[in-house]
């Protein structure tokens, strides 16, 4: 009798998911290695040693960017005292490993384990444009946050609108606070997210049959009625 249990098509879709994240930490392991602090990355370090990292610097516009989360993960790195890029790059890949596994969960969330998302998968991971964000410490701070929660927002607002369990609305309204908290411009985010989200629904349900979509909360859903 054979014990082994092979793996079920979601588990190894998990799987090469989780490979291509580590393909892409180790590749922007190796970009960060080579990279070092640049222009804004003073100014937070320089604020952080001299002590003048109080409660009005985080919510001061800085450059026009209101980013108090940001700022605050800064003054990780700047209170040590030293140029310390080993804990800075360390800081970059923890919030990319974070953004990535988001990632993975909004698209399963949005269209189940299905083979194409390893595609649009693939493309945040290894996309050329979002390589700036791990090789310039300041601007992973605004914009890995950012990823994180426009991410599970998206996934856990979706996944009230299909169960309504109150847990789900309130997951999604915090990741809409780290939103805020990370970089002005998330002041769109709820309605942008509500639209994406509507129209993603939309079309999902127009290529599901009935029997695949998930089951409503309450009540027996006709034909015209949205789960």
Known sequence: MNDSRRFTPAERLALIALGLIVAQLVLRGWATAGSWFYSDDFIFIGT????????????APHNIHLMPLGLWLSTW???IGTFSWLLAATQILLLQALASLSCWWMLRTLFGNRRGVLVAL?????????????????ASLNQLPHQIALFGAVAAHVTYLRTRHPSRAV?????????????HQDAAAPGSAR???????????????????????SGTPGPSTAC
Request: charged share 10%; net charge neutral; proline share 7%.
């Open 77 to 79: 790195v700047g209170n």
């Open 122 to 138: 693939a493309f945040y991971l290894f996309a050329p444009m979002s390589f700036p964000s791990v090789v310039w410490w300041s």
């Open 195 to 217: 639209d994406a989200d509507a129209r993603l629904l939309r079309r999902w349900q127009a290529c599901c049959p009935v029997s695949a979509r998930p089951p409503c909360s």
């Open 171 to 183: 997951l999604a309204g915090l990741f809409l606070l780290l939103g805020y908290a990370s970089v």
């Open 48 to 59: 952080t040693a001299s002590g003048q990292a109080d409660l009005d610097w985080l919510f």
